[in-house]
């Protein structure tokens, strides 16, 4: 059974930093290109960041240079480091192994929530 577990969101004030977690198990995690994404409230889920499982990283144009994402094989556990948070980064974030289509998996959502 797989298992996308997120972590670590909260309420920030702009400018702040949060780390998102997703812990996985039942799946050959080193064979999966692992994502984010975000969905805000009255809003579609969008596309985040990757991390792909044969090398590199890509960013929503919204998010780069702000947020990183990385894994940790050896845990099998995905991170998304996000600095400079912004009103707008206010959503559910989302772990997702295998991309956005029939085939893929997904967490439960972490809420994230920035505010003054």
């Known amino acids: 059974q797989v298992q996308l577990v997120e972590s670590g969101g909260g309420l920030v004030q702009p400018g702040g930093t949060l780390r998102l977690s997703c812990a996985a198990s039942?799946?050959?995690?080193?064979?999966?290109?692992m994502g984010w994404y975000r969905q805000a409230p009255g809003k579609g889920r969008e596309y985040v960041a990757i991390?792909?499982?044969?090398?590199?990283?890509n960013y929503a144009a919204s998010v780069k240079g702000r947020f990183t994402i990385s894994r940790d094989n050896a845990e099998n556990t995905l991170y998304l480091q996000m600095n400079n948070l912004k009103p707008e980064d206010t959503a559910v974030y989302y772990c997702?192994?295998?991309?956005?289509?029939?085939?893929?998996?997904w967490g439960q959502g972490t809420q994230v929530t920035v505010s003054s």
């Open positions: 997702n192994a295998g991309g956005n289509g029939p085939s893929g998996y």
């Open positions: 039942g799946i050959n995690f080193t064979k999966y290109a």
């Open positions: 991390d792909r499982n044969t090398g590199g990283t």
